[in-house]
């Protein structure tokens, strides 16, 4: 059997985010969408994946997830550090040595940032392949500069400390509707976009992606030599 890391080099040389959001359809009885960002899109830049790391983000005030208060080494934040150091965590545990892709949530009627410079910065020097923000990020010069891959749904000029605390992390997170455990499969595509894969689906996905593409490259085959598209569908995707 393929180790971790070479079905992830798999999935980033051969298939896009599309390629595996057909795949999940097809896997899950509970259809999920893909993440869909704004910041961070482009046709230059490589496609990642990695397993997540997550952060999860309340309102300045509220009172952390009991999980984080019940075990603050593992799923809180200990006075004197930031959250931020902590985003190295769980690569530098996970015996798979496929590093790590840090992903946010932030409550939606939130308009500060959530990340930055600095702390993209940081997370470059910890060895973060990217990272996927369901939220706002600033400083975006600054983020593009690090040369650390960052989507996000949009951007704000304020800082972190008006609106939001770090609240849990190496937990499950909402984003988009999509819940996102530690160690999921984050596939960025800069693109596309960006899509989280269960751990276990994994492997299925991988297996289930060169039918789905070959079905359509019949279907877009027959389509270019006249076939309607309701035809096409009905030969080879049924």
Known sequence: MASL?????????????????????KLQKVPK????????????TGKVAAPATTFKFLNKGDNPPAIAAENPERHGFPPGKHWVDYTG???????SNAGSIVVIEQPSEQ??????????????VLGIKATVVSGRVR??????????????????TVGTGAEAQAGARNVPISVAGIT???????????????????RDLLSAVLETIPKLISMDDKAKEA????????????????
């Open 111 to 124: 308009h500060c940032a959530v990340t930055g410079g600095i702390m993209a910065a940081r997370m470059k």
């Open 139 to 156: 400083d975006v010069r600054e983020l593009q500069a690090t040369g650390l891959p960052i989507w996000a749904r949009s951007t704000s």
């Open 180 to 198: 996102v455990s530690p160690g999921d499969i984050i596939f960025c595509d800069p693109l596309e976009g960006v899509v989280a894969i269960p």
């Open 89 to 95: 965590d769980y690569a530098a545990e996970d015996p």
């Open 223 to 238: 389509v270019s030599q006249g076939m309607t598209v309701t035809e096409a569908f009905k030969t080879f995707r049924s």
């Open 5 to 25: 890391n070479e079905q992830l080099a798999t999935l980033v040389d051969n298939y896009t985010a599309c390629d595996v959001s057909d795949a999940l359809l």
């Open 33 to 44: 969408v893909p993440i869909s960002p704004i910041l961070g899109r482009n046709d230059a």
